[in-house]
């Protein structure tokens, strides 16, 4: 009788730590959609309001949506400030060969230059360099390091 007594209390003190710990389980907030990084915590700016990356999904140099926005934005500024040149990095993740990576970072700075010509940038104010995946924003190995890594960034050259 005491047994079961001991033993019921028991398991009600598990079951009341399991609901009270499930309770408190921090929810986490993606930072991804589909494996294209959408936070804003390694982007820096042109200026006010001018990002000055945009990310790609793995083993991909198209441009989505919002890198298409934020290359309008880079644009317009660009028109409106005709002196400044630009330099246009290509970054890779970790996976993959070295070669692979600088050719596929090359690949990702031109869809950028691409873009920004058809918004009336000459291409004597781009040029592009691609680091491949010799310089991470992250140096973690997991996927949102990765979506950070994958990326195309606008810097000023003069």
């Known amino acids: 009788m005491k047994l079961n007594k001991i033993l019921r209390n028991a398991f009600l003190l598990v079951a009341m730590c399991l609901a009270v710990s499930a309770c408190a389980t921090k929810k986490v907030t993606t930072q991804i959609q589909g494996?294209?990084?959408?936070g804003t915590d390694t982007v820096e700016y042109l200026a006010?309001?001018?990002p000055d990356r945009v990310?790609?999904?793995t083993?991909?140099?198209?441009?989505?949506?919002?890198?298409?926005?934020?290359?309008?934005?880079?644009?317009?500024?660009?028109?409106?400030?005709?002196?400044?040149?630009?330099v246009l990095e290509g970054h890779a993740d970790e996976r993959g060969t070295r070669e692979y990576n600088l050719a596929l970072g090359e690949?990702?700075?031109n869809a950028a230059k691409d873009y920004l010509m058809t918004y009336g940038i000459s291409s004597d104010r781009i040029s592009v360099l691609s680091y491949?995946?010799?310089r991470p924003v992250d140096s973690g190995s997991?996927?949102?390091?990765?979506?950070?890594?994958?990326?195309?960034?606008?810097?000023?050259?003069?």
């Open 55 to 57: 990310f790609f999904a």
């Open 142 to 158: 997991n996927p949102l390091a990765w979506s950070k890594n994958r990326r195309s960034v606008t810097v000023k050259a003069n």
């Open 107 to 109: 690949r990702r700075a």
């Open 132 to 134: 491949g995946k010799e």
């Open 48 to 50: 006010s309001g001018v």
């Open 35 to 38: 494996d294209v990084y959408t």
């Open 59 to 86: 083993n991909e140099s198209v441009l989505t949506t919002a890198a298409r926005e934020t290359l309008r934005k880079q644009a317009a500024w660009l028109r409106k400030n005709s002196k400044v040149t630009i």
